[in-house]
């Protein structure tokens, strides 16, 4: 089976940490877990801080986990983010490497670019791009088989997450024959 991801929205704090917790509970990985939400004032103090040489538009640092703190200081990778037109973020997992990197850049651009660049349908993108920009946390998790997916769909449900959705690459159409040196999987 292809790798997916499961995404949804916190619309809290501490529901985001609790959600993290529990997919640490869990058995994930912190390098799966993905977590991005608007920045209120720290991304600032953070670029001018480390000067570092890092893609432009982002900014990171180690004293990021030490602000985020909390289940969310677990993820890997945690840092500031700026994406020039839309605002400051705090990033940690896969996410970050999406937003930071050429996606941004696509024609769409902006969070909903990196989104699409992680298998996110260009209309579900922009959906999230739209309710995090409003202050609610975007969430995922990458995984290995349908019982990590069923596994993070519970939690999210549980917690009370909103817009839960699993994506990955799509699969061949069934109707086309693999043996056709055409067939590309």
Aim: net charge negative.
């Amino acid at each position: 089976m292809s790798k997916k991801s499961v995404f949804c929205i916190a619309t809290t704090r501490g529901q985001a940490e609790q959600i993290v917790e529990e997919l640490k509970d869990a058995g994930f990985s912190n390098n799966d877990v993905s977590v991005l939400f608007p920045d209120k004032g720290t991304t600032r103090d953070f670029a001018h801080e480390k000067h570092t040489k890092a893609p432009e538009g982002i900014a990171t640092g180690a004293g990021t986990g030490g602000v985020v703190g909390g289940a969310l200081g677990w993820l890997a990778g945690i840092g500031a983010l700026a994406i020039p037109g839309v605002g400051p973020f705090i990033a940690a997992g896969p996410i970050l490497a999406a937003l930071s990197g050429a996606a941004v850049g696509a024609t769409v651009g902006g969070i909903a670019g990196g989104l699409i660049g992680l298998g996110i349908p260009e209309l579900e993108a922009k959906r999230y791009e739209g309710k995090v920009k409003a202050g609610n946390i975007l969430l995922s998790v990458h995984t290995e088989n349908s019982d990590e997916i069923a596994d993070a769909e519970r939690i999210f449900e549980d917690a009370g997450a909103e817009d839960i959705c699993t994506t990955g690459e799509s699969a061949a159409p069934k109707d086309r024959d693999e043996h056709d040196p055409s067939y590309v999987l």
